[in-house]
């Protein structure tokens, strides 16, 4: 059931401009070859070696054995994201994919060096988890279904 209501069409809204700054992030990362050619491997190799939490450590080392592959993959996985968002298709499935990309980048950028300031540690984080947290109410909300292309079929 579509939800209704001046709510539903703020969420849209929010939705769109979610997809908006994603489109902006994959541009950067496909229209350029720097980021795959080079970029990825050296924000990745700073998160491990200064910010991510030690657990997730491998799973960014892991990426690193194909760089350049795995940055253009982040570049498309932005542009779905971003084209699913504005659009309103796809909507849940991208919600889930939207959230675990930020909390991919929560989890690589989560520590701050010793002697940091321990509320920073947090701040740090609020870009990441604001939109981690617009990422599932989107999936809670299907807002896709107010001005989206996941509308249900008239009954």
């Known amino acids: 059931m579509a939800n209704s209501g001046g709510s539903s069409r703020t969420m849209a809204v929010a939705r769109m401009v979610v997809g908006i700054l994603f489109l902006f992030f994959a541009q950067y990362k496909l229209m350029h070859p720097d980021f795959a050619n080079g970029g990825y491997q050296k924000y990745v190799t700073g998160y491990i070696e200064n910010t991510s939490v030690n657990f997730y450590k491998p799973v960014l080392r892991l990426t690193l054995t194909h760089p350049v592959f795995i940055g253009y993959a982040v570049g498309i996985a932005e542009l779905l ?21 930020m909390l991919n980048l929560t989890l690589a950028t989560w520590c701050l060096p010793p002697g940091t300031v321990p509320w920073k540690y947090l701040g740090n984080q609020l870009d990441n988890i604001s939109l981690l947290l617009l990422f599932l109410l989107f999936f809670a909300h299907n807002a896709g279904t107010t001005l989206g292309l996941d509308r249900a079929p008239k009954e």
């Open 81 to 101: 994201i971003g084209i699913s968002m504005l659009l309103g298709i796809w909507v849940r499935l991208f919600s889930v994919v939207g959230a675990l990309f």
